[in-house]
């Protein structure tokens, strides 16, 4: 079982929906929750992280991480044809020399 | 302004041979990292620097090795190049190791070995 979940997809949805993309994992001393969004060709960028539990916004952008289900959300609103992508998420201990450990990554696809 | 750049894009060289990936930030950060991206875009850590002190040096065969000259540069030697190593090679940087959450990647290496 690998440490950290997520279903590749694609997933694929009309401009203006709902987007819900999860992870879940298996180390519960996992601390900091990242979503990375990866366009095609390029390096992945950082969109988000929550320490803990708890919901996170930025704009159109939720992160949702529930440590007693082990498994971490991000919802965007109003989905745009720009959001088409691959989002990674990924996780850390946040001890001295811990790597983060990132999930497979879900291709997304807005059409307009 | 390019904060974290690697040379070259793309490189096709051949089975057995030697090559290296240069990586350099110019964010000021402390930390940087290398990742191995298979072509099912599982993102793997390989090595990790901090200060120029390795910190992270992941199961990766010893024909990879990292070097970092200094904080704000850090380069990847390959020998005996095998098919299996083919994939995309991301350099990435940190403020420090505490916010390593927070991680500026580079644009990639795209290495084929035919």
């Known amino acids: 079982q690998k440490e950290v979940e997520q279903d590749p997809g694609p997933l694929s949805v009309p401009e203006g929906a709902i987007v819900s993309l999860n992870c879940t994992y298996s180390?519960?001393?996992?601390?900091?929750f990242m979503w990375y969004r990866q366009y095609s060709r390029k390096g992945p960028e950082l969109l988000m992280y929550t320490y803990s539990s708890g919901n996170k916004e930025d704009g159109r952008f939720t992160a949702q991480v529930d440590k007693s289900s082990k498994y971490i959300s991000l919802f965007i609103r109003d989905s745009q044809p720009s959001d088409s992508a691959t989002y990674l998420c990924?996780?850390?201990?946040?001890?001295?020399?811990?790597?983060?450990?990132f999930g497979a990554g879900t291709i997304l696809r807005v059409k307009s | 302004d390019t904060a974290v750049s690697q040379t070259p894009k793309y490189l096709v060289t051949q089975m057995g041979n030697d090559k290296s990936i240069k990586c350099e930030q110019n964010?000021?950060?402390?930390?940087m990292y290398w990742y191995k991206q298979d072509s099912k875009k599982f993102l793997k850590i390989m090595f990790s620097?901090?200060?120029?002190?390795?910190?992270i040096n992941e199961t990766v065969p010893n024909r990879f090795s990292p070097k970092s000259p200094d904080k704000a540069h850090l380069n990847l030697h390959i020998n005996s190049l095998e098919l299996g190593d083919s994939a995309v090679y991301f350099c990435?940087?940190?403020?420090?190791?505490?916010?390593?959450?927070?991680?500026?990647f580079g644009p990639g290496t795209r290495l084929t070995v035919t």
């Open positions: 180390n519960s001393a996992f601390q900091y």
């Open positions: 990435a940087s940190s403020h420090g190791v505490s916010s390593s959450y927070e991680q500026y």
């Open positions: 620097y901090n200060n120029k002190e390795l910190i």
């Open positions: 990924a996780m850390t201990l946040m001890e001295y020399g811990n790597k983060l450990v």
């Open positions: 964010l000021g950060h402390d930390t």
